[in-house]
């Protein structure tokens, strides 16, 4: 399968500052990712859809002005989250859409655990 | 509202048992379908996917689809307690940017 990779793991900081996540193909290009978080022990939540070169496609109830989206080139997507606050913890994960050989599979990254204090 | 059903579970077995997770789907017009694994506190981890109708082998894990029933399955042969996790089914619509529309998952436990 295709690998994709999300930078940092986790993080922890502080609540009013802003965190930066990158997600990024690994051996595949992928015009489209997508970015979730998880709740613990709840059902994954699609955040918004990620197109390269253009913006970004946000889910009812996600501010757009929070979680800025920029999806710069082909293999690498980031997620900032402004003024980040403690109801912002949560475990964000990126997912790549994978188009060779015409399929539709999307990977997902490893995950980025952010904790605001 | 497109909706994806599964039985949240615990499904549990013994080793060397056959795992069978059910998933229904409400959106007639829904083209692929995929099976993620998903342990604790990891990302999921895609194990199958299946476009057409029929079954899908690959290894110990067959997908069978039925779109007429809008029912897709995952069956694990041979389970090992490295099995035990949440299996979550997702299902894509044509001309939806690619959104997947996952289920809550089912919790998997496979008993030595």
């Known amino acids: 399968g295709a690998v994709v990779s999300q930078h940092p793991s986790r993080v922890i900081c502080k609540s009013g500052t802003s965190v930066k996540i990158e997600c990024r193909s690994l051996?595949?290009?992928?015009?489209?990712m997508f970015w979730y978080r998880q709740f613990p022990k709840k059902s994954l939540m699609l955040m918004a859809t990620?197109?390269?070169?253009?913006?970004?496609?946000?889910e009812q109830g996600v501010e757009k002005d929070k979680f800025l989206i920029n999806h710069a080139s082909l293999t690498l997507s980031t997620l900032t989250v402004t003024s980040a606050h403690p109801e912002d913890s949560s475990f964000y994960i990126c997912?790549?859409?994978?188009?060779?050989?015409?399929?539709?599979?999307?990977?997902f990254g490893p995950g980025t655990r952010l904790t605001v204090l | 509202q497109k909706e994806v059903e599964q039985n949240s579970g615990p499904l549990s077995v013994p080793e060397g048992a056959i795992a069978s997770l059910n998933c229904t789907y409400s959106?007639?017009?829904?083209?692929?379908f995929f099976w993620y694994r998903q342990y604790s506190g990891k990302s999921p981890e895609l194990i199958m996917s299946?476009?057409?109708?029929g079954d899908k082998e690959d290894g110990r894990f067959t997908a069978q689809l039925n779109k007429a029933s809008q029912y897709v399955s995952l069956l694990i042969r041979d389970s090992q307690p490295s099995d035990s996790a949440t299996y979550l089914c997702?299902?894509?619509?044509?001309?939806?940017?690619?959104?997947?529309?996952f289920g809550k998952g089912t919790l998997l436990t496979v008993n030595p």
């Open positions: 997702a299902v894509n619509e044509r001309g939806s940017n690619y959104k997947l529309t």
């Open positions: 959106d007639r017009v829904s083209q692929s």
């Open positions: 299946i476009y057409s109708n």
């Open positions: 051996d595949f290009q992928a015009t489209t």
């Open positions: 990620s197109n390269e070169g253009s913006k970004a496609t946000y």
């Open positions: 997912s790549a859409r994978d188009s060779r050989e015409g399929g539709n599979e999307q990977f």
